[in-house]
DNA sequence: AAGCCTTATCGTATATTTGCGATATAAGAT
DNA sequence: ATCTTATATCGCAAATATACGATAAGGCTT
């Protein structure tokens, strides 16, 4: 008894939904936000602005960088993240040339 | 003990996380996909096109009309389902507002 | 009315996610 | 060498998600 079917379905489909699954929780995109707005590596500071303990953060950062949405390099004793935007333009690019395209001619039915 | 803390974070992290999480699995990206392609109502059909029991797909479709992805429409013995296109849009535009307009001036530094 | 077809829902098992505190690690400061 | 500070990891508990088969519900067809 298979639990998890995610492997039957095409690499962009199991992409988009990982990229989706990464930015799927708002502590998420909060970290993510705040690395965008900061134009910089963020050493520390996001643990302050987040209403988690350290620990959770922690694991929010290790997520969203295993899911390679930031990079993170470590700094002496801190380390420094920044969004990889590479990973956001593919998953632009992905995303629309699935659903974007349709828009206007699609007419809503239901 | 809150084992939830997502009402902590903003009304638009929340909403882009919940869209995130409606297309944060393969199959969903799918049942989307094909919705897209056919450019109109879908009655049935989806199910043949998934490597997925009935039941689950069902509980995907209506996992996607909750999120507000969908519409549907009872149609006799069948249900129809279309794109709510409005809500791709919504989707993108808080995502570029978050993150897209950064990305010229982001200089990666990690 | 009885049977059929399509879709939704229920019940249930397993896997994953989320969160925290406690602890480990690693570098700089004293 | 020890202490402090910042971050990562471990171990656990609770909540959610995923999947399926079984069953219900709602209209056609005969």
Known sequence: MAFHKKEEFSAKEQSLAAFAKAISH???IAILNVLAKKNECICGEIVDVLPLAQSTVSQHLKELKMAGLIDGTVDGP???????????EKFNSDFNSLFEKLKEVNAKCC
Do not use: D, E, G, L
């Open 26 to 28: 708002p502590a998420r």
């Open 78 to 88: 801190r380390s420094c993240y920044c969004i990889n935007w590479k990973a956001f």
